[in-house]
Each structure stands twice: as C-alpha cells, then as structure tokens.
C-alpha cells in the first residue's frame, strides 16, 4: 500500500513563511502528480498546488506569487514553500499523490493525513 507522510505544519504570524514536506512510500513505479490540498473549517478541500513528474506546476489564484511547489521523482516527495502566509491561509494541509502502482494498469489517488497550519494576524 501507498502511503503519504507529511511534516512542516504549525503556527505562524501573518507574514510569516512555512514549509511543508510529504514523502510517499510503497510500490511506486511511476509518480505522475504529487502536490497539496488544503481544507478549512466549514469549506470544501481546495487545490493549493500540484507538480507533475515532468516538473509542470498548477497553482490556486490564491497562493501564486506566495507558494512554491517543488518535487523529487526519485525520492517521491514533494514540499510546498508558503511565503507571506495570511490568515485565510490557515487549513488543513493534505499531500496528495496520483501514482501508478507495480502490477496495476491504472493510476490510484493516495491522501496524507493532514497538517494544520494557522495564520495568526
């Protein structure tokens, strides 16, 4: 089984930077998305940002110019630098990972556990 590991998330004052980690472990043959989702209280999961194993990146309007989003295939983890953090920032971080296993045909779609981070102002 595929399974994401996350580290990074805390407690920061607005303007402040912090960086997440996720390393995902398993019978990974092909890493071909890794990236970030976050959810806040009483709203959806939303996209942060995503990299493809070609290094294409995808960011949110919300966190582009702020946020970087950086990946290594070879090591199959991905971090998400957040600078200049503003309260509406804060979330539950989830890394995500769409992956093609050993033996499947398919690619399946792996969660982290979540990270909080907060944003005071």
């Known amino acids: 089984q595929v399974q994401l590991v996350e580290s990074g998330g805390g407690l920061v004052q607005a303007g402040g930077s912090l960086t997440l980690s996720c390393a995902a472990s398993?019978?990974?043959?092909?890493?071909?998305?890794m990236g970030w989702y976050r959810q806040a209280p009483g709203k959806q999961r939303e996209l942060v940002a995503t990299?493809?194993?070609?290094?294409?990146?995808n960011y949110a309007e919300s966190v582009k110019g702020r946020f970087t989003v950086s990946g290594d295939n070879a090591k199959n983890t991905v971090a998400l630098q957040m600078n200049s953090l503003k309260p509406e920032d804060t979330a539950v971080y989830y890394c995500?990972?769409?992956?093609?296993?050993?033996?499947?045909?398919?690619?399946?779609?792996?969660w982290g556990q979540g990270t909080q981070v907060t944003v005071s102002s």
């Open positions: 398993g019978p990974i043959r092909v890493r071909t998305v």
């Open positions: 995500y990972a769409k992956v093609l296993r050993y033996g499947r045909s398919a690619t399946d779609e792996y």
């Open positions: 990299i493809t194993g070609g290094a294409n990146t």
